[in-house]
């Protein structure tokens, strides 16, 4: 196969560090949920119907009650708000956002919760908007059960399209690299890891590396008999030659120039 064209390769931006939230609430009882919720979230702005606006009158953040129909508001909230928290059924939230939906790069994290404050589903843009995250916090602060079904999350492996984004990395690769190396690693499939650059920060979760990644510390460590794909932290240019021996199978991600590669101990 032959090397991926530059216009071709993904350079995919961190996250925001402070991601902009609003909470939506639509019935008595959801309004009753969201200002509990809010209490816990003090950057989040509320919308909500005019006749539910009181329930949110003891609070300092911002309140928009709206007088017309909720999907009217849709268009604004996608506009201002990177995570957005909906007290509304499931299925009214799928078809009051299915109109205003560009792609997983541009779509607001969607987070659904259900009436009775019980589970909390990330509907949209779960893995690379961040809408898992604040399923996983929004549950954690009403006591709820965060619904998830991006498989590296459920199996608590490497997410590779935003890995390392919260230091700063930059992710590197065509797209279909991305697909077929995401799909190596959840498969549970030999993974390689090569850590040339960067904070050794980059492991998150609570549990353990997976064992069937393999942390090595040069590109030369490879084994192309035995590793399905390849995870390369570097400043290093990328070869042609590089790209085309690994195909589809080689993810590159590059950490800020100015930081320092850490010393510490690996995840």
């Avoid at 604004?76 to 499931?90: C, P």
């Avoid at 492991?203 to 510390?217: D, G, M, S, V």
């Amino acid at each position: 196969m032959s090397h991926k064209t530059s216009t071709q390769v993904v350079l995919s931006a961190p996250a925001k560090d402070q991601p902009r939230i609003g909470i939506v609430a639509i019935t008595k009882h959801g309004a009753a949920l969201a200002a509990r919720l809010a209490q816990d979230l003090p950057e989040a702005h509320i919308c909500t119907a005019s006749k539910f606006a009181a329930a949110f009158a003891h609070l300092p953040q911002p309140v928009y009650p709206y007088e017309g129909a909720l999907r009217d508001e849709i268009a604004r909230l996608f506009a201002e708000y990177d995570q957005i928290v909906f007290f509304v059924s499931l299925g009214a939230v799928v078809r009051l956002i299915a109109p205003h939906l560009k792609s997983k790069d541009e779509d607001p994290g969607i987070t659904v919760v259900d009436d009775a404050g019980q589970f909390v589903i990330p509907l949209l843009s779960g893995h690379v908007g961040g809408a898992n995250a604040m399923s996983e916090r929004v549950a954690d602060l009403m006591g709820a059960t965060a619904v998830l079904t991006t498989a590296s999350d459920v199996g608590k492996t490497i997410p590779v399209d935003i890995l390392g984004r919260h230091l700063g990395w930059r992710v590197e690769a065509p797209k279909i690299n991305i697909t077929r190396v995401s799909a190596h690693v959840v498969n549970g499939e030999p993974i390689a890891v090569v850590q040339e650059a960067g904070s050794r920060d980059w492991w998150t979760r609570p549990t353990p590396l997976p064992a069937h990644i393999e942390l090595l510390e040069r590109f030369d460590q490879v084994r192309p008999e035995h590793h399905r794909a390849v995870l390369w932290i570097t400043h290093a240019n990328i070869t042609p030659a590089q790209w085309q021996q690994w195909a589809e199978r080689l993810v590159v991600y590059r950490p800020p120039l100015y930081e320092a590669c850490a010393t510490g101990a690996t995840p």
